[in-house]
T-cell receptor, first 114, second 109 residues
Framework: EAQVTQNPRYLITVTGKKLTVTCSQN?????MSWYRQDPGLGLRQIYY???????DKGDVPEGYKVSRKEKRNFPLILESPSPNQTSLYFC?????????????FGPGTRLTVL | KNEVEQSPQNLTAQEGEFITINCSYS?????LHWLQQHPGGGIVSLFM???GKKKHGRLIATINIQEKHSSLHITASHPRDSAVYIC???????????FGTGTRLQVFP
């Protein structure tokens, strides 16, 4: 089954404790992206990757890191989480460019930073 | 002003009603996407279109490129259609999506 998986689905942590949210896709997609969703603001792009070892900033990259060492995986790293990073996070993948291809979303990770 | 605007923000309907959700955008686009997000969070792609009209079951999406406007129609609405509907556009000549803030639809029996 074609899918994007994220782990964990729910996470409560404390300020400053490094964490990683994993994302994996089994569709051999080149493009992967991380979004955060906040009430009233919609989805905003954090980082994206066009292919292995190619990553770029989205609209709200501050406080986040990513890596793309393998085509299927695109982890999101919060080196020192802060309460303003409390949000619902989605990973997505698509073949080719995000604007003109169907997006496949992961199930979401709800993060709370105390 | 947001580059992608949706209306209405909230919509309630009785089962069986015809529903229209609107999306206007202010940038050049490569394509427009309609997404559905059910309570519990998961997001699925409903349509991607760059011209004309697409239909899938009871859902119809149209786009007018000259007017920079798209509509999502739901015919014979059902309580299981209750969800947030999100419009997103692929900004022309980039690999980025810009999202609207969504329309929350509730369909009552």
């Amino acid at each position: 089954e074609a899918q994007v998986t994220q782990n964990p689905r729910y996470l409560i942590t404390v300020t400053g404790k490094k964490l990683t949210v994993t994302c994996s896709q089994n569709m051999n997609h080149e493009y992967m992206s991380w979004y955060r969703q906040d009430p009233g603001l919609g989805l905003r792009q954090i980082y994206y990757s066009m292919n292995v070892e190619v990553t770029d900033k989205g609209d709200v990259p501050e406080g986040y890191k990513v890596s793309r060492k393998e085509k299927r995986n695109f982890p999101l790293i919060l080196e020192s989480p802060s309460p303003n990073q409390t949000s619902l996070y989605f990973c997505a993948s698509t073949r080719g460019g995000a604007g003109y291809n169907e997006q496949f979303f992961g199930p979401g990770t709800r993060l709370t930073v105390l | 002003k947001n580059e992608v605007e949706q209306s209405p923000q909230n919509l309630t309907a009785q089962e069986g009603e015809f529903i229209t959700i609107n999306c206007s955008y202010s940038v050049g686009i490569s394509a427009l996407h309609w997404l559905q997000q059910h309570p519990g969070g998961g997001i699925v792609s409903l349509f991607m279109l760059s011209s004309g009209k697409k239909k899938h079951g009871r859902l119809i999406a149209t786009i007018n490129i000259q007017e920079k406007h798209s509509s999502l129609h739901i015919t014979a609405s059902h309580p299981r259609d209750s969800a947030v509907y999100i419009c997103a556009v692929g900004r022309y000549n980039t690999d980025k999506l810009i999202f609207g803030t969504g329309t929350r639809l509730q369909v009552f029996p």
